[in-house]
């Protein structure tokens, strides 16, 4: 995995120490026996701590368990017996926690498994996404979706407008005629200078609104001429609204009045015609310059498929579309009723693919901790509330900013994430409290199963032979 915290399995290689095989000892809360002929050529009042060049550990942003087997095994009763729309949420779990190993071909077995059990379009969207970026500059597997049109439709765009369903079943239902004069058969709305012929029985099952100005009680009803000149709409858009009434379809529709129509539809209640509207626009989504110009559109009018498609196009783009600060303004700026909006149930895992997509570019941007912040936000469950706050804290770390990475370490300790006692004790080494660090750690060690990790940790905050 192409990461900026390389997970303990990785980080043998990178590192220049007397014992190649040292960080691995140290990791296992040992120190390395050095050969007899190496410790001649030292200094004798040198302590073995002083010899064995080991870079001082990051704090890992990953999911660390005290009992992987359990944990591996909890997430496999909970998949055999959850309903299907949790499955991608455990897998995704289950991803964490290989993650946390370093497993790399299983990490990418989870992620395609959650894209396999995707229960909503969105789903289907972020996963497909994490799988192609996962992917990305590895050769083979490059070769392979090029030979594979099976395999490279896969993980390629999916049709958001035929995919993704609207709930129609609140749609207007009309009610009796209360006036059924069959002289007023069409009504005329005038815009301007322009005056549009429509059929007054069609305009008014478009929505309950028109029903009750063309047949109810409204003065509207007796009239055969209707001024709809403040209502921002063009004579073209009103046209096309009549003809839909009729025909159902806006397919020789222009984009511009597309965008007049929606804003209409929503103010007058027209489900039918919002939904024709939504689908049209959502088809013509094909580059990141359409996505940026009408997500804040599909925002703003409450459009989930236009906004599931612009999400689309620019997930596809990753990690290219987070260099545009328009994108990345769009994520960082969306409240909880936009993420439902442009993501649905699956915000949590957008932010999930977002955060570690920054964190592998900069772990210390701006924008990678607005992700992390969006992502707690996002998190519903303890699971998800744990590894959002540690991820945070880590970040908060890095970025040097010791208070919020503080309360966000105690946060994931409290949830249950033990490994996060790690970034609490750095903060007090970091602040001249080495023995209170060097404490914390023993606690931890003698309450729990202690791992190779906490001597590691515990090591850092040694005096003298004290170990």
């Known amino acids: 995995m192409r990461t900026f915290f390389p997970s303990e399995s990785c980080k043998e290689s990178q590192l220049n120490a007397l014992n ?254 919002k939904d024709a509207c939504d689908r049209k626009l959502a088809s013509l989504v094909s580059s990141v310059e359409d996505a940026v110009e009408l997500m804040e559109f599909a925002l703003q009018e409450n459009s989930p498929i236009l906004a599931a498609s612009c999400l689309q196009v620019f997930l596809q783009e990753l990690p290219a579309c987070l260099n545009d600060d328009r994108v990345v303004e769009i994520f960082i700026n969306a409240d909880k009723q936009k993420r439902m909006i442009m993501v649905g149930a699956a915000s949590f895992s957008l932010y999930c693919l977002l955060s570690e997509v920054s964190m592998n570019l900069d772990p210390q941007s701006n924008k990678t901790a607005c992700f992390l912040e969006r992502l707690v936000e996002s998190a519903e469950t303890n699971r998800q509330k744990l590894l959002a706050f540690h991820q945070l804290g880590c970040v908060r770390l890095l970025r040097k900013e010791y208070d919020e990475a503080e309360c966000l370490f105690e946060a994931a300790l409290n949830a249950g994430h033990i490994y996060s006692v790690s970034g609490l004790a750095r903060l007090g080494y970091i602040r001249g409290h080495r023995l209170w660090a060097y404490d914390k750690l023993s606690s931890v060690i003698s309450s729990t199963t202690p791992l190779g990790w906490m001597y590691q940790e515990r090591s850092l905050y040694c005096e003298g032979n004290k170990m």
């Open 20 to 273: 190649p095989q040292s960080w691995l000892q140290v990791e296992r809360g040992k120190l390395s026996k050095l050969s007899s002929s190496k410790l001649s050529s030292c200094s004798s009042s040198s302590s073995i701590e002083s010899l064995i060049k080991v870079p001082e550990p990051p704090v890992l942003p990953f999911f660390k368990p005290v009992d992987y087997v359990e944990v591996l095994a909890q997430v496999h009763e909970e998949l055999e017996s959850c309903p299907p729309q949790e499955r991608s949420n455990l897998y995704l779990f289950q991803f964490q926690v290989f993650r946390g190993l370093g497993e790399v071909k299983l990490m990418r077995r989870s992620l395609r498994s959650a894209w396999q059990k995707s229960s909503t379009v969105h789903e289907k969207i972020v996963f497909g996404a994490w799988l192609k970026y996962e992917k990305q500059g590895e050769e083979l597997i490059s070769d392979l979706l090029a030979s594979c049109g099976k395999c490279a439709e896969e993980f390629g765009p999916i049709d958001v407008v035929s995919q993704l369903y609207a709930d129609l079943s609140s749609n207007f239902n009309e009610p009796a005629l209360v006036n059924a004069d069959c002289n007023l058969r069409n009504v005329i709305f005038k815009i301007g200078d322009e005056k549009i012929v429509c059929e007054r029985k069609k305009i008014a099952s478009l929505s309950a609104p028109f029903h009750a100005m063309l047949h109810g009680c409204f003065s509207e009803s007796f009239c055969e001429n209707i001024d709809f000149s403040e209502n921002n709409i063009s004579p073209l858009g009103f046209r096309a609204i009549s003809e839909f009434s009729v025909t159902g379809s806006l397919n020789k529709v222009s984009p511009n009045v597309l965008l007049e129509i929606l804003p209409f539809a929503n103010k007058f209640c027209c489900e039918r015609l």
